[in-house]
C-alpha cells in the first residue's frame, strides 16, 4: 500500500475517477499541509470538483487512495470524515432560521450536545462571521453575501479538520466577492483550519491562497505558490493562467553554456538565458518565449535599454491606457506582432509618457524571457 506524508492533511496517492468513459481525474498526487490555503484553479471541466468531492467522501476514486491525516479513507463516506463541503450553491434551509442553519450541524450529532453549548457555539460562530444578532432572521432576509458568511458559519461549527470551498463566492457580485475573499483569508488564519478552495478565477486563486495547485483535462500540471507559478510556470498553459504574458512561437536553435537561442516563427532571433529546465530541450523543439508585460522596457533613447537585452525591437504604440500607477500600452512591431507593455509611471516622471502612434524602443533583459514548451 502507498503511503501518506505524516504532515500532511489530506493526500492523494495516483488518485484516478472515472464516470463510464470519461476520466475526471487522472493520477492525482497531492499533499495539503494542515493549516494551508490550497486552491484548485482550472477551467470548466477540468476536474475540480471531482477532487473536492473525493476529499469530502460524496465520490470514491477508481483508482489511488485518498487519506485524511495519515489515515486511509476509501470507502468512508461523507458523514465519516472529518471534512466539511460548502457548496457553489449554498444550501441553506429556508424553512430554518439564521441560527438553527447555523446550529444543524451540531444539532445531528449523536449524542447532542446540551442546549447551552449549542447556543454558545452558534453565538461564537456567528461573531466569526460578523452576523452577531442576526439569530432569528430569515434566510430570504439576508442578502447574498450574508447568506455566504451563513454557509460558512454552519461549515465550521463542527470544527472540520479540513474545510472544501466549491466556487463559494461565484455567486456574489463583484465588490462583494472581494470582500468576500479577504474575510475567508482573515477567517482561515483565526481558526486555523485547512481549507481547500475550488475557483475559475485566477485572481481569487492567486490572492488568498498559500499554494495554488492548476489543473487541465484531469490532471495536476504545476503546484506551487501564487510567485513560484508567476516566476517559474512549467510551461504555457501555467504562464497563460496564472497573470498576462505575451507568448512568441518559434523553435530552440542553439544551445550553449550561458544562454539559449530561440528562432521566432517570424524570422527574429531572440536570445534567454538557460535555466534548469532547459536541460530537457534539444534543437529543433518547439518552444514559446513567454515576457510578462512588467518586464518590457520602453524607452527613447538606446543608453536606457538594458546591456544584456534578450531583444531590441522598434515599435509602434497602438494603444494607451493609464492604470493610475502603471500605464499599459499595446505595442506593434512588424515581426513580433501585437504586445502588452506594462510601465510604472515612476519611470516616466523624468519624461513624457510615450504617445499613441510614436514608435519607440522595446526591449527586454535575457533573464525575463522564459522558454516554455510550448503545450
Ligand atoms: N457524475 C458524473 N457523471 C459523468 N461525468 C461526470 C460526472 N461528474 C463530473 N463529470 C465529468 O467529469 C469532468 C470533470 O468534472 P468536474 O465537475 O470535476 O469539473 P470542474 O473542474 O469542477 O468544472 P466547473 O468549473 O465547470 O465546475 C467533466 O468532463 C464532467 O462532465
Ligand atoms: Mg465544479
Redesign the pocket.
Known amino acids: 500500500m502507498l503511503s501518506a506524508d505524516t504532515d500532511a492533511v489530506v493526500s492523494f496517492r495516483n488518485v484516478t475517477?472515472r464516470?463510464?468513459d470519461?476520466?475526471?481525474?487522472a493520477h492525482l498526487d497531492l499533499d495539503v499541509t494542515a493549516g494551508e490555503f490550497l486552491s484548485?484553479l482550472?477551467?470548466?471541466?477540468?476536474?475540480?470538483?471531482?477532487?473536492?468531492?473525493m476529499i469530502a467522501g460524496f465520490?470514491q476514486p477508481s483508482e489511488g487512495e485518498v487519506f485524511l491525516e495519515g489515515q486511509r479513507v476509501n470507502g468512508v463516506p461523507a458523514y465519516r470524515r472529518p471534512v466539511n463541503m460548502v457548496f457553489?450553491h449554498y444550501a441553506l434551509f429556508p424553512h430554518l432560521n439564521i441560527e438553527e442553519n447555523v446550529a444543524y450541524g451540531l444539532k445531528q450529532r449523536a449524542p447532542k450536545p446540551p442546549s447551552k453549548e449549542i447556543e454558545m457555539r452558534v453565538g461564537e460562530m456567528l461573531e466569526l462571521v460578523q452576523l452577531s444578532g442576526f439569530n432569528k432572521r430569515r434566510i430570504w432576509e439576508m442578502s447574498g453575501g450574508q447568506q455566504q458568511r451563513v454557509a460558512l458559519a454552519r461549515a465550521l461549527i463542527n470544527k472540520p479538520k479540513v474545510l472544501l470551498l466549491?466556487?463559494p463566492l461565484a455567486a456574489l457580485d463583484r465588490k462583494l466577492r472581494r470582500e468576500m475573499q479577504i474575510e475567508l483569508q482573515n477567517l482561515q488564519r483565526n481558526v486555523g483550519i485547512t481549507f481547500v478552495l475550488?475557483t475559475?478565477d485566477q485572481e481569487e486563486a492567486l490572492s488568498m491562497s498559500d499554494r495554488v495547485c492548476i489543473?487541465r483535462e484531469?490532471k495536476i500540471v504545476q503546484i506551487g505558490s501564487p510567485l513560484d507559478l508567476y516566476d517559474r510556470p512549467i510551461n504555457r498553459y501555467v504562464a497563460d493562467f496564472v497573470g498576462k504574458s505575451n507568448f512568441f512561437d518559434g523553435a530552440i536553435d542553439r544551445i550553449d553554456t550561458t544562454a539559449v537561442n530561440v528562432k521566432l516563427d517570424c524570422g527574429l532571433m531572440i536570445k534567454a538565458n538557460t535555466g534548469p529546465d532547459l536541460e530537457s530541450f534539444e534543437s529543433g523543439d518547439p518552444v514559446c518565449i513567454s515576457v510578462r508585460p512588467e518586464q518590457v522596457i520602453l524607452a527613447r533613447k538606446e543608453e536606457q535599454l538594458p546591456a544584456d537585452c534578450g531583444v531590441k525591437i522598434k515599435a509602434r504604440v497602438m494603444n494607451r491606457i493609464f492604470l493610475g500607477e502603471h500605464t499599459e500600452y499595446l505595442l506593434r512591431d512588424e515581426k513580433l506582432g501585437e504586445f502588452l507593455v506594462l510601465s510604472p509611471r515612476q519611470n516616466e516622471r523624468s519624461e513624457r509618457p510615450f504617445d499613441k502612434d510614436e514608435v519607440v524602443l522595446a526591449a527586454w533583459s535575457r533573464d525575463t524571457a522564459l522558454v516554455l514548451s510550448s503545450e
Open positions: 475517477k464516470y463510464g470519461v476520466t475526471a481525474a484548485f482550472g477551467p470548466s471541466g477540468c476536474g475540480k470538483t471531482t477532487s473536492l468531492r465520490d457553489q466549491d466556487e475550488v475559475h489543473m484531469g
